[in-house]
């Protein structure tokens, strides 16, 4: 089949697009506004941008709790959700009023960070601290503002469990990350594979 995008309601009950770019990891981003309160969230229009410098980004639609902490303070932290805890991650994107802490409501413990003040998921196989750098509106072609915005932060430390490093290198299966397909669906990384890229072709 083939539909232009802005008729996807007409050819489909539920728009696939969220389904057709996955495997999506979530960023569970960890702010802190500038009066002490703690936001934790997952975002599934999350990835890395840029290896040197290491370089962030999620997206959202609205001005949510974690884009004004983020920008109040200039630091989050994103925790590598897995499946152990895809309960609590579910939690941590309830709808909560601004100021409560969604690691209480999910019954997350937080653990301090090194270089940046909002705290990390203490559980959490993996963790990266970052500084803010940019908000950017997405426009469309006409260009409106669609009201999504992306935050973009540098890396600055990362966290990694011992347990999870295998001869220098990070064992992902053993932290077995979840990640966001479309509508209700997940995926879980427990399996990988390695192809021998060609020459140049970076790591």
Known sequence: MFYEA????????????????????????????????????????????????????????????SIAFVEETKEFTCSIATWDQRFAMSETSAPLARGVNEFDHAGLEMEPSVLVKPPRVRDAPAALECRYLQTVRLDDLEGRDTDWKLVLGQVVGVYIDDRFIRDGMIDTAAMRPIARLGFRDYSVVNEVFSIKRPQGGGD
């Open 6 to 65: 802005e008729r996807r309601r007409e050819f489909l009950a539920h728009d696939p697009f969220k389904a057709l770019v996955a495997p999506r990891p979530i960023g569970w981003i960890s702010s802190m506004s500038a009066a002490g309160a703690i936001n934790l969230a997952p975002y599934s229009f999350f990835n890395g941008f840029s290896t040197d410098p290491a370089i962030v980004g999620f997206s959202t639609g609205g001005y949510k709790d």
